[in-house]
Each structure stands twice: as structure tokens, then as C-alpha cells.
């Protein structure tokens, strides 16, 4: 089926026929596929991001299902990475979709990094988050960040040279044990603004997170966006002379 143009008829008068070509032309690097990523993942191939790149280790397993929307009770089992690359293929053949499995700490990780246009942090570890981080300013690429857990989630955008990166904000992993309770409707709402970020900064427009950082609580329906600085002497991101975003 030829959908041409009408595929995109309603977003076109928000990004603009220059906005769309440039989504057209990206490359969008989605590291995890879990309950952020699924999300993220299908709103990009959506809406047109010319290459997605997934990357994620993992299978499905039974609990992913009460979050992790790409997958089916047929998929467990199955490697993540291959079930989201098929799928997402099926809803937008236009988009080419390749997916890997591999670690961030793994040479061919570093390459995904520096091919792309924007790297989206869909983690569930602060020590892959900040492996992540320090090559997305090491190769000056924009990083939509987002964390959740419960009913709360926390989510920013890094401009190497403009903002601080995650690592100003944490400077070292915190130590955890177990799996992160998780409802599936946060990583729903953390993943839509991660998408929207992320398409924002390959459509030329203002990403409204870059040196803020946003705290969702649907508990209570309470969004709260607070202005973050740079922290003096950060050994990711003051190497590069990064200036705090206000």
C-alpha cells in the first residue's frame, strides 16, 4: 500500500514540509526497548524519523507485559531487539528499522552513537544511563533522558555545549537491588515526552526539557519543570565547555 504524503497530512501543518524532510533524513537511536522504548519507538517510526536504531539485549519476559506495548503473549521468549524491529517495520515501511544486540559498553554501541542524530535514553540502570551520557557528549549528540519508577518518572534533554548532561546530575550510579515497581501508564506519559523531545530536536524545533528537568507524579496529576545547572568541575561535560541553559 502507497500512502505517500497523507501519512503525514497531520502533523505536516506542525513541523512544516522542511521539519518533516528533516525527520526524513535523521537517524534516531533508542537504547532499550522496555516500557520507555516501546513507546518512544513507535512514535518515531510514526512519525517519519527516516532510520531508527534499537538497541536492547533482553527477552520478553511475562512481567514486561503489564508495560512494554510492543509485545504479545506470542512473544515471549523472544529476543526484544527482533520482535520490535518486525513490528515496527509493519507500521512504517518507509522507516528503516535495524536493531542490535549489544551492550553500551561494546565498541560497535560507540559507532550507533556516532552515526545518530539524537540518542533517547529508554534505560532501567544509571550505569548504562551514564555510559550512554558520556558518549552522547563525546560525539556532541543530543540525549532525551527518562527514568521511572512507580507512579513517578523524571525525564530531561542534554545539549552538549548548552546544557548540563546526567551526569551533573548524578554523579556516580546509585546502588539498587530488585526490579523497579512500575505501573504501565508512566512509562506511557515519560515516553510520549521522550518522543516529543526527541522529534523536536531532529524537526530544527526548541526541545522544551534542554537544561530542565521535568518531575512527573501521576499519583497526584502533578508535572513540575525546574531549571538545572551545570556542576562545577564534571568530568563528562566540562571538557566540552558546556554554558547552563536558563
Sequence with gaps: MVLGSSRYSRQLPLLGEEGQEKLKRSTALVVGAGGLGSVVLY???AAGVGRVLVVDRGYVDPPDLNRQILYTEEDLGKPKVEVAVARLRKLNSEVEVLGYA???????????VARSDVVVDCLDNWRA????NELAVRYSKPLVHAGVEGFYAQLTT?????????????????????????????????GSVEAAEAIKVLAGLQPGLAGYLLIVDLKNVEFTKMAIARREGCPVCSVVGIRTST
Excluded: Q
Design 102 to 112: 549489544v551492550d553500551v559498553e561494546e565498541g560497535t554501541f560507540e559507532e550507533l
Design 129 to 132: 544511563r551514564l555510559r550512554v
Design 158 to 190: 542534554v545539549i552538549p555545549g548548552v546544557t548540563p548532561c546526567l551526569a551533573c546530575l548524578v554523579p556516580k550510579p546509585p546502588e539498587r537491588s530488585g526490579a523497579i515497581p512500575v505501573v504501565g501508564f508512566t512509562p506511557a506519559v515519560a
Design 43 to 45: 512514535y518515531l517510526v
